[in-house]
């Protein structure tokens, strides 16, 4: 695992940095209310709440800001494994599906667990030097447990100047 991943959680769940990252970098996410529930090297969880910004139409989440979280709830784990590792390391998302089981209301909670899939494509692309994929599985859940959607996201990385 990355020898910096503490480094990395701390900076990125301090509430005002993480705060000050979303608005600069992701500002959607910010007005969407994304916050990280949980976070190791193995497993991230995200939520996102039902609110005026967030909704359709229909009285539930829009699709645009589920697909939003889930992607995030796979990239925190990607960033976590390639912080501050040297040579540095890209990561890019290239392929995306996604299954949508029932309306998305109320608070929706997105868990990623393939902190070590992730991390083992990250070893192979340092060591090999050549680009590797990593397809990352999260599941939404309503506040019932209940399963709303699922995401694939395939992740690229590629080991920078070696």
């Avoid at 500002?27 to 497993?43: D, N, V």
């Avoid at 697909?67 to 540095?88: D, W």
């Avoid at 209940?146 to 995401?151: D, K």
Wanted: hydrophobic fraction near 40%.
């Amino acid at each position: 695992m990355n020898p910096n991943f503490n480094a990395y959680k701390k900076a990125i769940t301090h509430p005002v940095k993480y705060r000050l990252f979303m608005l600069g970098n992701l500002p959607s996410a910010y007005f969407a209310g994304i916050k990280i529930a949980h976070l190791s090297e193995s497993e991230a969880q995200l939520t996102v709440p039902q609110k005026w910004f967030n909704k359709n139409p229909f009285k539930s989440i829009y699709l645009g800001i589920l697909t939003m979280t889930a992607e995030i709830s796979t990239g925190i784990l990607c960033m976590s494994t390639i912080y501050q590792r040297k040579p540095a390391i890209s990561m890019l998302p290239v392929h995306m599906r996604c299954v949508f089981h029932k309306k998305a209301t109320g608070k929706i909670t997105f868990t990623c667990s393939d902190g070590e899939a992730i991390n083992a494509s990250v070893e192979d692309a340092l060591e090999t030097g050549a680009g590797k994929t990593v397809v990352c599985h999260s599941t939404g859940r309503n506040e019932v447990g209940e399963p709303v959607a699922e995401f694939w996201f395939t992740w690229s990385f590629k080991a920078r100047n070696r």
